[in-house]
């Protein structure tokens, strides 16, 4: 799977979970500024990408993921 893919449904995934437009989610998309992005959301976060990739993250790359940018890179690393 390539990257511009993975970034569309990341951005697929925050538009469900955080009610945005995919268009305004970018790189630069973080906790300081999506609305709703707290703790508990986080966690539902992890746990659409892990269902939506068919994939695990350990808790390192789980507290990583500050950023649309950083979910991307790691999602890309794990399923390589």
């Keep these: 799977?390539?990257?511009?893919?993975i970034e569309r449904r990341v951005k697929s995934i925050f538009h469900v979970l955080f009610n945005c437009d995919p268009e305004t989610v970018t790189a630069d998309s973080s906790p300081d500024n999506v609305p709703g992005w707290d703790s508990l959301q986080h966690l539902n976060l992890v746990l659409a990408l892990e269902e939506e990739f068919q994939t695990s993250f350990d808790e390192r790359q789980v507290v990583d993921m500050l950023s649309v940018a950083l979910i991307v890179e790691i999602v890309t690393e794990a399923t390589a």
Excluded: F, L, V
């Excluded at 799977?1 to 893919?5: L, Y």
């Design 1 to 5: 799977m390539d990257r511009p893919e």
